[in-house]
């Protein structure tokens, strides 16, 4: 698999040392008239996956607050095989950044490799009611 150089070592997210949150593939509704996937698709998908490694430390509501150092390096197409990494880099008082990488086999891939398309530092925070935060409990 190849790896991201846009984003510090300490807070890249290969598949080998993420969990998988989400396997998709993107239909024709998800693309733009060119034939290829609007990058706001893989954002929403992004931050999807990054909201349910964060909810895995928090039982309260999150909200995403900040995405910082994303990344779209390569096209992505209609039924090409998406994998979203995910994995928790920082939790603050009442935030969690989460790290997280994406990956994509063409569908017409005949030596089955894997290419990284997207990467990027999503921030949320957790939430008693619309627009207050509230203090995270740490995994001990």
């Known amino acids: 698999m190849q790896t991201g150089k846009s984003l510090p070592a300490s807070q890249r997210c290969p598949p080998e040392a993420a969990f998988l949150r989400i396997r998709i593939s993107p239909t024709k509704a998800d693309c733009n008239p060119k034939g290829d996937i609007f990058g706001g698709w893989v954002m929403s998908q992004m931050d999807l996956a990054g909201a349910i490694a964060a909810a895995e430390i928090t039982a309260t509501p999150i909200s995403t607050v900040a995405v910082n150092d994303l990344q779209l390096s390569h096209p992505l197409f209609i039924e090409d095989d998406v994998h979203f990494f995910a994995k928790v880099i920082a939790i ?27 990467e990027g530092i999503f921030v949320y925070v957790a939430v008693s009611a619309p627009g207050k935060k509230q203090a995270i409990v740490k995994p001990s």
């Not at 997280?100 to 894997?114: E, G």
Request: net charge neutral; glycine share 4%.
């Open 92 to 118: 603050g008082t009442t935030s969690i950044t989460v790290s997280i990488s994406v990956y994509m086999l063409p569908k017409d891939a005949h030596d089955k490799a894997f290419c990284l398309i997207a």
